[in-house]
């Protein structure tokens, strides 16, 4: 029985999920359907990039991954059909496999093999829809694969994907001693208006504690501090927080509120260098690397 799951930025106002879960169902009637989410900003893929890069890996290995946020739908755009591996909660390697636009969705995984679907082959329907190759022409293929149709024989070739270049965290070389300092951006805004960094805890080791951190705002002349906190308990209501977020990014949050909305930041930029910036401290002396 396979697992196919669905991420997309159609919302659940209309029927387009309805219509892709038909479509699934139809050619792989076994398959368990799971919804991650249908509230990806609209046409924001690197928001989706990161979801999708936090949420895959918590599935069983062999799942199907099929995404679809897509605004060069209908375009010379390619469809990707692909395999990634990542290491599970056990830290073995477990083997997904993904379906999507080839236009930088998966940036963020290990891809290790990828193809270009064949559309042809794959047009299955009479009339294929120029604005919704995810009913189309990649749900049909998700379902292909969940059957254990090869990615060979779906592919007309192997390809490099797409790949966007999303910020990279900046070291400051002026930080005061015993701490480490660092330049960030807000990638964007999760359904709570918590705002999600490009600072992952896997660049840092562990035991490394937030001390200080300020956000850059435009109603404001200079940075705001946000109080770090290790839980949103520990915070006061409609206090602007700074933790490390189940997702292993530094979040800034403000308590039963919309950090968002309160510092009116614009996330959906879509030239990086428009995205919100952020400082952050770091005590180095909790870092337990060369502890006995």
């Not at 015993?178 to 951006?185: A, N």
């Not at 950090?259 to 009116?264: I, M, P, T």
Request: hydrophobic share 40%; aromatic share 6%.
């Amino acid at each position: 029985m396979a697992i196919i799951t669905l991420t997309t930025d159609f919302g659940s106002t209309a029927g387009y999920v309805a219509q892709m879960k038909a479509v699934l169902l139809r050619r792989s009637p076994d398959s368990v359907l799971v919804d991650i989410t249908h509230d990806v900003p609209p046409q924001n893929t690197t928001a989706a990039a990161i979801w999708l890069a936090d949420t895959l890996p918590w599935f069983p290995s062999g799942s199907v991954h099929l995404a679809v946020i897509d605004p060069g739908v209908g375009t010379s755009r390619k469809i990707l059909v692909g395999r990634f591996e990542c290491p599970n909660q056990s830290g073995i390697n477990d083997q997904h496999f993904i379906v999507g636009p080839d236009n930088g969705l998966f940036s963020l995984l290990n891809i290790v093999d990828a193809w270009h679907l064949d559309e042809t082959a794959m047009r299955t329907v009479r009339n294929v829809s120029n604005t919704f190759h995810g009913r189309d022409l990649m749900a049909p293929a998700a379902a292909a694969i969940a059957g254990g149709i090869p990615l060979s024989e779906l592919g007309e070739r192997r390809i490099d994907p797409v790949r966007f270049p999303l910020p990279k965290p900046e070291h400051r070389s002026d930080a005061p001693a015993g701490s480490t300092e660092i330049r960030g951006k807000v990638l964007y805004a999760d359904s709570f208006g918590n705002l999600i960094t490009n600072i992952h805890s896997a660049d840092y080791p562990s035991g490394h504690t937030i001390t200080e951190a300020w956000i850059d705002c435009p109603k404001e002349s200079t940075p705001i501090l946000a109080r770090p906190v290790a839980t949103y308990g520990d915070a006061t209501p409609g206090e602007l927080v700074v933790l490390w977020g189940s997702g292993g990014r530094v979040e800034f949050a403000v308590c039963n509120g919309n950090a968002a909305e309160r510092l009116a930041l614009d996330v959906y930029g879509a030239d990086s260098r428009s995205l919100p910036s952020l400082t952050l401290r770091l005590d180095d002396s909790t870092d337990r690397r060369d502890a006995p």
